[in-house]
């Protein structure tokens, strides 16, 4: 790639929270006809460069340049209209609009000045159509799932964009035929000249799009280097900080041995017409059953009934051997089924609480309001878990609206570690983590199974799957296509393999 | 997969519309009761003199639909349309002419919403606070122009009070033709452009609304401000039905007025709504009045009575509507 002058320049980029130096004195260049991967650690300040870039946030230090002028944006409107589009870390979309109107409004093709809805809708499905979406543009948009919203966000993006699109981690939700469509996509804008920010925490992806890399840490600028010049480990180490040694351990770690004979949780012919077709499934002490499949495929859903967030039109469910009904997820709660969601955003945090009292919130709710939580119990349970998990800022009064994502997630976490439950119900528990806490957390899971609790384990990250369960059960079209035990034999392949047939390799 | 998801999204859809069809279906049982009990009512007219009486709540009623799409409230609506009766009185009996008069307070009522959007903007004030301190603002200036009622003799007011527009074999007043007008204009603003969308944007999520470069700040100051030219020509309809203007006027007006709304289908956390929902919930309210008189035998005060039960009924409505999460 021959140098160009570049697009972009922030100098010395400072930015201060009360309390927390969230960046100090970054540099970051950005050139067009580039993908440019911003890496960090959780909570490294990679969300606040790119706000204080787009004017969500006012500039402590440092000056920006945007093609030799220096500008500072007022808010996300002036940078639009700059040629800076954005998709935000949390998804920046409005649920009670149709997904057309998400994409398009502030943008909409008008005649007489009045909105052409149908013009817009036309526009929309080709826009989705190019980016291998088949959806409704006239549907309301909080009727589809975390995924397809987050690629309407990329769409509306995408569409918008003029000189620079930053993607704040597009692709968390995104399973892999999602991404290769949106990669094909970020190589076609880069051929027209675009310069591109790419945030994420899965390195494959970094490697695979990305021209060039600036690595944060602790609000610190690391460097910038070409991804063809640093290996995925110097890169990891860059980030962390460390040698990456104590990372690697969790690879050799042999699954602890099963099994505890008394099963704890049998589902039979359970399902719910329209989400799941009535599978079977058991579920043991100290084990943990992965549910592969792509998004869509039925895994949240499966999970969903076992908790008793939604009800199950047909089939039994024993734990410990005797009948329940899921009346809701109180019931799933008292019987000491936890349940960590998909959607951390809209069901879980109290953003205005602090890291412990959401830690304690699920504790406290299984005591019961009249037996509180001593205090003293408190700090030790939360300061085990923000050490366990790494969670930054280490302070447990920090209110949860100011942490990074992934800390964000890591709280959520925490709070259904710390209720000791029999069994943990875990969806894409490592979305948006980085990949130190993920092995933490990976190897967490592993050692919560040695002492007897029961994981169902959901992710899109097939490695991660396979790496932790013992059982693997493979969805299809919102059914149960297969259930095998995971041996030396099971790899990644054999497993797509299911995936993609529906047969046992 | 698409097939098996379909049915959930179509019920998406079809949820906003909810409770719109709700108010219809009452209305359309409300009025068949009438009908069926008392002598007279089937006749139109009587249809036609709900809006008659009420065509001032009406305008008022879309000024605040726009509010609470957006999650808003507008407190100061009752003392903004009092405040219009006596100053537009007091500026005619001063020999304004009737359109100078006129066009001063619709510029006053727009000026003093314009005002409480900006409070609420930019400094990040509850609405609730900002338009309660506007109506006691509004309800003490009308007291400060006069402690007693005046009286409007300009002939443009006498003749407008009088005058009757025939449909077919009834008639209604040139009060309903403007509100009327409002209603249809709101519709198509709020419908078909880009301030409107944005409305419904800031309703839906204000902070992915700013995120997503739509101009936030001014839809809201823009949502007050046209409440404030609304109740204002709420004002002008009341001075004409009441040839006065007095510091009394459309005292806990803003309350039917948000009844009015709710009752139509309007979620007062913002996002989903529509006019028309206000037209019927005006309509409702007008019914129960009118039920009221015909039964005779009824206080006036079981009008309250029962629009209280229905503001029950219908938030409980929305709350079903919205708590099904995906
Ligand atoms: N509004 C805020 N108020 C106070 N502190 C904040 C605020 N936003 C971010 N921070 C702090 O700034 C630091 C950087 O956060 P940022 O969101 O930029 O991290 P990140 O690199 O995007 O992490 P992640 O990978 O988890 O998304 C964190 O320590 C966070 O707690
Ligand atoms: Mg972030």
Same mark, same amino acid.
Do not use: C, H, N, Y
């Given at each position: 790639m021959a140098e160009t002058t570049p697009i972009l320049e922030m100098r010395g980029i400072g930015k201060r929270f009360p309390g927390v130096t969230a960046l100090d004195g970054v540099d970051f260049r950005l050139h067009p006809g580039e993908v440019h991967a911003l890496m960090g650690e959780n909570g490294a300040g990679k969300s606040t460069l790119i706000k204080i870039l787009t004017g969500v946030y006012d500039i402590d230090d440092g000056a920006i340049e945007l093609d030799g002028e220096p500008v500072l944006f007022s808010g996300p409107q002036q940078a639009q209209h700059a040629g800076v589009s954005t998709v935000y870390q949390e998804i920046n979309l409005c649920p009670n609009l149709s997904v057309a109107e998400n994409i398009y409004i502030g943008r909409e093709p008008r005649r007489f000045g009045m909105i052409s809805f149908r013009a817009m809708r036309a526009k929309a499905a080709e826009l989705l159509g190019s980016l291998g979406i088949d959806i409704d543009p006239g549907s309301v948009l909080a009727g589809h799932s975390i995924a397809v919203q987050q690629m309407v966000a990329i769409a509306r993006a995408v569409d918008i964009s003029a000189r620079v699109l930053i993607l704040d981690e597009p692709t968390s939700s995104l399973d892999a035929g999602e991404v290769a469509q949106l990669f094909r996509v970020i190589r076609d804008l880069r051929e027209q000249g675009l310069a591109i920010v790419f945030v994420t925490h899965f390195l494959d992806q970094v490697y695979e799009i990305s021209d060039r890399i600036t690595v944060l840490r602790n609000g610190r600028l690391v460097g910038e280097f070409r991804t063809a010049e640093l290996?995925? !480990? $110097?890169?990891?180490? &860059?980030?962390?900080? &460390?040698?990456? /040694?104590?990372? +690697? /351990?969790?690879? +050799?770690?042999? &699954?602890?041995?099963? !099994? $505890?004979?008394?099963?704890?949780?049998?589902?039979?012919?359970?399902? !719910?017409?329209?989400?799941?077709?009535?599978?079977s499934l058991t579920i043991h002490a100290g084990e943990v059953v992965g549910l592969a499949g792509l998004l869509g495929s039925g895994r949240s859903e499966l999970a969903r009934l076992l908790f008793g967030a939604d009800k199950a039109d047909s089939g039994e469910l024993r734990v410990d051997g005797r009948p329940v009904t899921m009346r809701g997820p109180r019931s799933a709660m008292e019987r000491d089924i936890a349940y960590l969601s998909e959607n951390r955003r809209t069901e879980g945090l109290i953003e205005e609480l602090t890291v412990r009292e959401n830690i304690i919130l699920a504790l406290q709710a299984n005591r019961g309001w009249a037996r509180p939580v001593p205090r003293r119990q408190q700090d030790e349970l939360v300061a085990k878990y923000v050490e366990a998990l790494r969670i930054r800022p280490a302070d447990p009064q920090t209110v949860v609206r100011n942490l990074s994502g992934g800390n964000q997630q890591k709280v959520l976490l925490a709070r259904w570690l710390i209720t000791e439950p029999r069994l943990l119900i875990l969806d894409e528990p490592t979305r948006g983590i980085d990949v130190g806490a993920k092995a933490d957390i990976q190897r967490l899971v592993v050692s919560l199974a040695g002492d007897g609790l029961a994981v169902l384990f959901i992710s899109a990250e097939l490695e991660e799957v396979l790496r932790l369960s013992h059982t693997i059960v493979v969805l299809r079209d919102r059914a149960v296509v297969a259930q095998v035990e995971n041996t030396d034999a099971v790899d990644a392949n054999s497993i797509m393999n299911t995936i993609a047939t529906g047969v046992t390799a | 997969m698409t097939s098996v998801l379909a049915p959930r999204r179509r019920a998406w859809t079809i949820r906003k519309y909810v409770p719109i069809l709700g108010t219809l279906v009452l209305l359309v049982i409300m009025y068949g009761i009438g009908i069926v009990n008392y002598e007279g009512f089937y006749n139109t007219q009587i249809l036609l003199n709900i809006f008659i009486d009420n065509s001032f709540l009406l305008v008022v009623a879309v000024g605040m639909t726009f509010v609470i799409l957006t999650g808003g409230i507008d407190l100061s609506v009752g003392s903004v349309v009092a405040l219009t009766t006596m100053v537009c009185a007091t500026l005619l009996n001063d020999g304004w002419p009737a359109p100078a008069a006129m066009i001063a307070v619709l510029v006053m009522g727009a000026l003093l919403g314009f005002l409480m959007g900006c409070v609420i903007h930019f400094f990040e004030i509850q609405p609730f606070i900002v338009t309660l301190a506007g109506m006691f603002l509004a309800r003490g200036l009308c007291y400060v122009i006069s402690t007693s009622s005046i009286s409007i003799d300009a002939p443009f007011w006498k003749t407008t009070a009088q005058e009757r527009i025939g449909v077919g074999t009834f008639t209604i007043t040139p009060s309903v033709v403007i509100a009327g007008l409002v209603v249809v204009i709101a519709a198509v603003v709020l419908a078909w452009t880009r301030f409107g969308r944005t409305v419904y944007a800031i309703g839906g999520n204000a902070n992915s609304a700013m995120l997503m470069g739509l101009?936030?700040?001014?839809?809201?100051?823009g949502v007050y401000t046209i409440s404030g030219l609304c109740s204002a020509i709420g004002g002008l309809l009341l001075s004409f039905y009441m040839s006065s203007g007095d510091p009394l006027h459309a005292i806990g007006m803003e309350l039917d007025a948000i009844a009015a709304v709710v009752i139509g289908g309007t979620l007062l956390t913002g996002g989903s709504g529509y006019v028309l929902g206000t037209v019927l919930g005006i309509t409702v309210l007008g019914l129960i009045q009118t039920i009221i008189t015909f039964q005779g035998n009824l206080s006036s005060w079981w009008t309250r009575i029962f629009i209280g039960g229905l503001l029950f009924v219908f938030v409980l409505l929305q709350r079903a509507v919205v708590r099904r999460t995906p």
């Open positions: 290996s995925q !480990r $110097d890169l990891v180490e &860059k980030m962390i900080g &460390k040698e990456l /040694s104590a990372l +690697e /351990s969790i690879e +050799e770690q042999a &699954k602890p041995q099963l !099994r $505890d004979p008394s099963p704890l949780l049998v589902a039979e012919g359970v399902g !719910r017409t329209g989400a799941i077709a009535p599978f | 101009g936030v700040g001014r839809t809201r100051i």
